[in-house]
Structures are given as C-alpha cells and as structure tokens.
C-alpha cells in the first residue's frame, strides 16, 4: 500500500489552522470593514508612551527616561529599542499581517493547537481544545479589556509547553527549537505573571512525566530532556536578555520589590499600616482580586454569580419593573438595567464577565479524568487545580499565603484571578484527549457506561440541581449592595434590592438550565459516537458546533460588535480639554501638572499632554508610592511644590450666583509657590532611615530644608549648618527626559535639590560639573540633589544604564543562536521527511494500555 506523502498527511492541519483563522475572522468580523476595539488598557499605554515615541521620531532615538508619569521612571518600563531581537520581531511581522484583534486570538488558538497535535489528538480535535482556549470567556473578557500581553503570553505559552512535551518525549532537536522559539516569544509578551504561572504548571508535567519515564526505565531520556531544555532555555532568556535584566534592576526600585520602611505608619485615610521592611506586595493589595470558591461555579454556569459588575438585564427584568414602578422614566430606566445594574455578586471588587470554561468542555474533562490512560491525565488534573486554587488568593489563605510568603517571586505579582486563564488551557486539552483515548482506544459503551454517567453526574446533575435548587442555596447580596443602591437612589433604593435578588437568581436559573442542556447533548453525542449510531466523520463537527455555540453565546455578552469603532475613534486617545490647550501654550521646559479630575495615581490621561505627577503603571517606583501614601496628603502643597507643578488642573466648582447652570468643565489653577526645576536651600536635615525620612516629609517646607538620609552624609561634610543661598541661581537650560543640562552660578558653597526624581543614582544616573563626574545624593525621599561649589557651573544629569547596554550584546548572541538552531532543525527535519514517511504523534508517557473489556465485543473500525 502507497504511504501517504508528507503533504497529504500535512493538509488537514493546514485546513484547521486556515479554519481557526477563518473562526476568529468571523468573530470579530468588524475588523474586516476597517474597525478595532477601543481598548482602555491599551489607551493608558498609549498615553504613558506618547512622550517617549514623539522624542524618538524627532531625534531618531528613544529617550531612555520618560518624565511623562509619576515624576519620572525609566521608559524601557514602557516603550524602549530592542535593537536585536530579530526572532521576536520577525514572528510578530508575520502576525502583523492578519486582521487586528482577530490575529490575537489566532495566535492563542494557533499554539494551542500545536501543543494538542504533539500530544496526539487528531485534527478534529486539536481544534475543539484550541477553541476552547482562544474562546474562553475569561481571556475574550482580558481582550475586551485590551490585555493584549496577557493573551499573548497564553498563547506563546501553549507553543512551550509543546516544546517541553517534545523534549522529554526524546524529540530533542525539535523540542530544542520550539522551546527557544516559544520562550522567546512568551518573554516578548511581556506578561511576567502569565510566564511564572506557565512555568508553575510546567514543573508539574516534568514531576509528573518524569515520575513515568523513570518508572518506564527511561531515566537517560529524561536528563536527556531535561538538559535540552535547559539549553533552550538559556537561548530563549538571552533572546531577551536586555529586557530582564533591567527588569531586574528595576523590580528591587518598585512596590513589587523590598520596602525600607519598619515602623507603623498611617495611610491618608488614617489607618494604620503595616510596612516592616517587606519584601514584595502587601498582602491586601495582592489578594485584593481572589476568587470566591463558590464562585468556581461559574466555570460550568456563567452567570452563576450575575456575570459582569455593570449591565445585562433587560427591560422584562424585576429590577426595571420596580423602577418603572417607581417613577423612572421607562427610558433611564432600561438604560440603566442594560449598562449600570450591580448583576454580579462575587467576591471581587468588580469584574468584566465571568470565568466560563464551557459547559460541554468541562463535562469531557471531567470524563477525561476517567478515559485517559497515560500519566498525561495527572498533570492536566493538577495543573488545572494548582491555577484554580491560586485564582481563589485569600479565600484559602492556608495555602496561598503560604506560597505567597515562601514560593520565590509570587509575592511580586496581584490580581491571583489571573491564574483562570491557563486554567482554561487544561480544561481544553483534556476534553480533546478524552474524546482521542475514546477513538483511539476503541471504548465500548460497556466500558463507558460508568465513567459517562459519573462525569454526567457531576457536571449536568450539579447544573440541574442549580436551575432547580439555586436559588434557596445562596443569599445572592454583597455586603455593599446597600450602599449601592442608596447611592443611586437614595433612601428608596433599599426598596429596589429584592428586585435585584430576584434577577440575579433568575440569571443562576437560566444559565443552569442552559448548560444543563448542552451537557445533554454532549453526553448523546458521545454515546451515539461509541454505540456507532453516529460516525467520527459526523460527531466532530456536531461537537465543535456545539463548542462554538456555547463559548460564542456567552463570549457575545461581554465582547461584540457593538464595541467596535473606527481606526480614528480609537485613534483619538484622550481629546484635550481648554485647560489642557492651556497649559500646552507654556513653553517652559520641566514643569509638571496635577491632575484632579481623576484618580491621578490610576490614570494616564494628563501623560497623554503634560509631565504628569501621576500616572498608571503594574510597577510604580516604591519610594514614590510611599511618598504619595504617606506624606501628600498632609503636605499636599508643599509636596506638589517640590516636585515642579506649575499648573493644578480641577473641576470647576458650581457657581453660587447661578445654581442652574452646570459648571463649565476642568480649569487651570496656576501655583504661584511652584519651586522649579531645581533650588538652593538653607538647611540640609540629616536622619536616620526611611522611616525618619517619610515622617519629615508630613512636614517638610522644601523651599528652606532638605531632608537627607545618613548614609549621604559623607558628601554634606564640611558644609556649614545653615547654609545661605542668597545670589546663587540655578536654571534648566537644556530639557531632554534622561539628559539634562543646568546653568548654575552659586555665590557660596551650598546644596541645590533637583525636582527628578532619584533612581539608582551614581549607577544608572551619571551626574557630571563641568563635565566631571561626581556624586549625586538622595533628598526628599525621591528626589535628587547636588553639593555644588561656589561659582559659575554646568550640571548634566545622563540616563544611562550599563544593564542596557549588556542586554544588548546578549539579546545579539542570543537571537543568532537561536535562529541556527531553528534553520538547522528545520533542515534536520525535512531531510528526514525525505527519508521516511511522517507519522502521526504519539501520547506521551508509557504505552497505553488498552481498556479492559467486560464481555466479548466485535471489533470496531473507526
């Protein structure tokens, strides 16, 4: 018999990876008529680099210093030159290429459905579990949301996993090169948190399929594997090399690093705060978003919790009833129910959609648990479990404290939910594999009978007894919906809340009743399949319809194309207000601007036009932050005038002689005591720690005294206790974020503090007198100063990290390694297609043993 050529056995995954592109296309079909999501995420981005990339289009390259947000911090945090990265860039030339939005997803689905085929399920089913995991409700939500890193970094991360799969499953040369290509790719995603949960479940599949090997005899192949990773390894963080190792630097400057503070301190709103020289995020800020462990019910019944935090009832809804009932205008009032209702009633602070996994999906694996026979099962089990219960942060504070404390880096990151993400990649594969051990293993119903009604049990009776039952097994309130609906409507709004419960039951009730259902179908489908009612050639495609139908109904909800706009919508990051074009017409170089009109330390929208005081960033600088904390808002004027802000942007206030007019919007308030660009004090006020230093911030009048930390004292010796600044004048001659220049002329000896903030001085941030280098010391807490002598000077502060520059000669070495393994793999493996016909993948693990029968059966082709 003829063997089929390479292409013939090729072209059914070219049709499901051409098929895939074509269901993200159809998904996101507005992309096809020129539109894109405006994406809030990407926005503050956009906003916080729109400094650095006007520089680098006018001077041709990129400032590595962006005065944009938060005073100041270093720009590779944001947008920065990675020169030599040639893999990255060209992999996402090519994704570049597909439709924008849509391209993401593809990306998740495309890597997903390699690891699948290295795994050893067919076409058919290598796409339903990359369905399942470019299509799961969590990410599409991340999507809505513009977390464009974080699906990246989900899919780049399934593409790994295939080169680890491959590695210890003796494919050494092949799983070399996908585990660099991937984990390139994965640290160019740039979504640290993703990577460190990937590596999480990683670690469970080489304890779980090394346990096997070693127990198969196969011990040599695993320190085989495990050395060819390690390789790998290294090509793939050398790839990016420059990125880590200023992350590195920078992570130990940031809240996610250690805190010098020891001693109780009191937050603005006058609570007491712990610091105690930690190491890493506070536990409350880490574990503000945890899963509740009832609402892991969502997984199966997406609005097991109301779904989203805002919005999704209708005007057949109670709550609208009631406030019709009321008085409401019927119109404000079903705008309302449809954008603003509090359906959600989990434990998070808010939420976008739920954590739906799908119903049809989380049945088969959950029969997959039952029918897959290799050790594989084990791994896809834990690791689901692991990210499940990591997603659930405090609320199992027995274990997630724990490795919060002990576990290295974990306590660097926030927002545990995130971990649902990789939680729907398991799930995935797992129904893939189940329904590939049921064809290939050639399951008999006798055989399945047992599995299939316990796995129907657990997942179509507990959605049945939820529709039927759910509503008396929960109480459906927060314990701020009061609040909330006093806040809305005042002291009638308590009357609004049995309305609310009773929706949100009904939203239980209907989803329960909807998965309940699909779970049906999919466990008939199946029988059918075993009995032979139904052939392969028609069970795949009922199932991945089905797929389709469940994790798209649900999916529409939160992400549709309704929240498309036009390319020049989104283009339009924030419109400058008159108060914006105001303070756009001072020409001064330096100065910065307080924005009031919102959260000024959660936004990016004064970055987008001004040198912002505030700003939005994952990794604020920590001394900054605790500055901010501890010490604005007692000396809030004082504060803002060290720091150089000119212009104080406000609501305008309601006019007392017109009540009925409604204030006209922001206004410039200009501040009169504004210090500069940099000033001589009188007196310079040595302590002792951060501790010291933060308390004399409550009080400190900066126009006289500097606050200075002991072990800058050295530099301050034989200065005169009160130092006189009279004549002595300093001026910012030359502006440019990390280099600028100042014109001094000092009557006497003295101490000037500049209004930039300090960031590994002496290291990082060379500082030069007439172009001799000389020490720089920290004042304020964050700011710099200067021992300047007496006379006429030039002082140049210069932004320039060694860290980048190695970065750069690793990112160089690395990347062309990494593209000779690739080319020599590629040329290895198609010589040997030359040779020998393909053959399809086999499961990983020992043989697998082929299910018992319980009675004589005629064999079965399939």
Aim: net charge positive; glycine share 10%; charged share 15%.
């Amino acid at each position: 018999m003829k063997q089929p050529t390479f292409f013939q056995r090729l072209r059914p995954h070219l049709i499901a990876v051409v098929g895939l592109l074509v269901l993200a296309i159809i998904y996101f079909s507005p992309v096809m008529s020129g539109k894109t999501l405006s994406m809030s995420d990407v926005q503050q981005a956009v906003a916080s680099a729109r400094e650095i990339r006007e520089i680098g289009q006018q001077s041709g390259e990129k400032p590595l210093w962006t005065d944009a947000v938060f005073s100041g911090m270093p720009a590779y945090m944001i947008d920065f030159n990675y020169p030599y990265i040639f893999v990255y860039k060209a992999v996402m030339g090519v994704v570049g290429l597909l439709p924008n939005t849509a391209s993401v997803v593809f990306v998740v689905m495309f890597c997903a459905y390699l690891l699948l085929v290295v795994l050893g399920a067919n076409a058919w089913l290598s796409a339903l579990g990359a369905i399942a995991y470019g299509f799961g409700t969590f990410g599409i939500v991340s999507l809505e949301a513009g977390h464009i890193s974080k699906l990246f970094a989900m899919g780049f991360g399934a593409g790994l996993l295939a080169g680890v799969v491959l590695a210890l499953r003796g494919r050494y040369w092949l799983g070399a090169a996908l585990t660099g290509l991937f984990g390139c790719m994965e640290l160019g995603a740039n979504h640290i948190q993703i990577t460190y949960y990937l590596f999480m479940t990683i670690g469970l599949y080489i304890l779980v399929e090394g346990i096997a090997l070693v127990q198969a005899g196969k011990g040599r192949q695993l320190a085989m594997g495990l050395a060819t990773l390690a390789l790998a390894g290294v090509l793939a963080g050398g790839s990016f090399g420059k990125r880590l190792l200023v992350l590195n630097q920078y992570t130990k400057e940031t809240i996610r690093g250690t805190s010098e503070l020891t001693a109780k301190t009191t937050n603005p709103d006058g609570k007491s705060a712990e610091s105690g020289a930690r190491n890493g995020l506070d536990k409350e800020y880490a574990f503000s978003y945890s899963y509740g462990k009832a609402e892991t019910l969502t997984l199966l019944v997406p609005n097991a919790f109301g779904g989203a935090s805002g919005g999704g009832l209708g005007t057949g809804s109670d709550f609208y009833k009631a406030l019709v009932n009321r008085g409401l205008d019927p119109a404000q009032a079903q705008q309302f129910v449809e954008l603003g209702t509090p359906t959600y009633w989990g434990d998070q602070p808010m939420v976008g959609g739920p954590a739906y996994a799908g119903a049809a999906l989380l049945f088969l694996f959950v029969l997959g648990m039952f029918v897959i026979r290799n050790p594989i099962r084990w791994w896809l089990l834990s690791a689901a479990g692991l990210m499940i219960v990591l997603a659930w942060g405090k609320n199992l504070a027995a274990i997630n404290y724990l490795l919060f404390d002990y576990l290295p880096y974990l306590n660097k990151f926030r927002a545990m939910t995130m971990a649902l993400c990789l939680a729907q990649l398991f799930i995935g594969i797992g129904a893939a594999m189940a329904l590939q051990s049921l064809v290939s293993q050639k399951w008999t119903f006798a055989q399945l009978r047992q599995p299939l009604l316990i796995s129907f049990g657990l997942t179509g009776g507990l959605a049945l007894i939820l529709a039927l039952l759910g509503g008396t097994l929960f109480s459906f309130q927060t314990p701020t919906d009061a609040d909330m609906m006093a806040r809305y409507f005042g002291e009638a709004g308590k009357e609004f809340l049995p309305a609310l419960i009773s929706d949100r039951q009904g939203l239980l009730r209907s989803d329960a009743f909807r998965s309940f259902i699909l779970i049906l179908l999919t466990a008939g489908a199946v029988w059918a399949l075993i009995t032979d009612k139904i052939k392969p050639i028609v069970f795949y495609p009922v199932l991945l319809a089905l797929v389709i139908f469940d994790l798209f109904g649900v999916d529409k909800r939160y992400l549709n194309n309704a929240d498309f706009v036009t390319k020049a919508q989104a283009s339009q990051v924030f419109e400058p207000t008159p108060a914006d074009e105001q303070i756009l017409q001072d020409k001064t170089p330096g100065f910065r601007v307080f924005d009031q009109t919102s959260d000024f330390m959660n936004s990016n929208r004064a970055s987008y036009f001004h040198r912002s005081i505030g700003g939005y960033h994952a990794a604020k600088l920590r001394r900054y932050q605790e500055l901010i904390t501890y010490a604005f808002q007692p000396n809030t004027l004082n504060i803002l005038n060290m720091l150089n802000v000119k212009y104080v942007i406000r609501q305008a206030e309601q006019d007392p002689n017109n009540p009925q007019q409604a204030p006209t919007g922001p206004v410039v308030l200009p501040n009169p005591e504004v210090l500069g660009a940099a000033w001589f004090v009188k007196t310079v006020q040595t302590v002792e720690g951060a501790d010291a230093e933060i308390a004399a911030m409550k009080t400190l009048n900066p126009r006289d005294t500097a606050v200075v930390d002991k072990r800058f004292a050295a530099q301050l010796s034989g200065l005169p206790a009160t130092l006189d600044p009279t004549g002595s004048t300093i001026r910012l001659s030359n502006y440019r974020p990390d280099k600028m220049i100042y014109e001094v002329n000092a009557a006497r000896d003295g101490v000037a503090v500049f209004s930039e903030i300090y960031y590994r001085g002496n290291e990082d941030w060379q500082t030069l007198i007439d172009g001799k280098p000389v020490q720089q010391l920290r004042a304020n807490y964050v700011l710099r100063a200067l021992r300047i002598p007496a006379g006429k000077h030039t002082v140049e502060f210069r932004f320039d990290p060694p860290a980048a520059k190695t970065g750069d000669t690793i990112d160089l070495i690395a990347n062309v390694l990494l593209i000779a393994l690739i080319g020599f793999v590629i040329f290895r493996e198609g010589r040997n297609r030359q040779s020998a016909p393909m053959s399809e993948p086999e499961p990983v693990g020992p043989p697998t043993p082929e299910p018992a029968a319980t009675k004589p059966t005629k064999a079965k082709t399939r």
